[in-house]
């Protein structure tokens, strides 16, 4: 089951990687940059300047990348509990009103919400860098 791969340190994160991966090389190497995933946090701002596009085209393209990686999660998720439209948890952390409401909303701050969780980085700790 995905809960227990997402409740194992060195699982999750392969797991992570494979699923980032899947993404356009654009979409991977923003959300390993804005999330710090095996580099240094950087902003939208600084991603933006690196790919010479705005901030708000970063925005866009980070979002999407999530939305991506949110319905691969749950999509695995709908097929191992072999029931259509029954999620099982993702894992202690992650509760599915926030994928839920990350699904119907498509808000920034609830996709960075739910990367941080996935990523199991303490919130306040994530938004002070």
């Not at 191992?80 to 099982?88: M, P, Q, T």
């Amino acid at each position: 089951m995905i809960s227990e791969i997402l409740d194992k340190e060195e699982d999750r994160m392969n797991f992570i990687r494979e699923m980032l991966r899947s993404l356009t090389s654009r979409e991977e190497k923003v959300l390993r940059l804005y999330f710090g995933i095996d580099e240094t946090k950087t902003t939208l701002a600084e991603i933006g300047q690196d790919f010479d596009i705005t901030e708000d085209s970063v925005r866009k393209i980070k979002n999407k990348g999530i939305y991506k990686v949110i319905n691969r999660v749950t999509n695995i998720e709908l097929f191992e509990s072999g029931e259509k439209n029954h999620w099982i948890p993702l894992s202690s952390h992650i509760d599915k009103d926030l994928i839920a409401r990350c699904i119907d909303e498509r808000k920034s701050k609830l996709f960075d919400e739910f990367m941080v969780k996935l990523l199991k980085i303490d919130w306040e700790e994530w938004v002070l860098k």
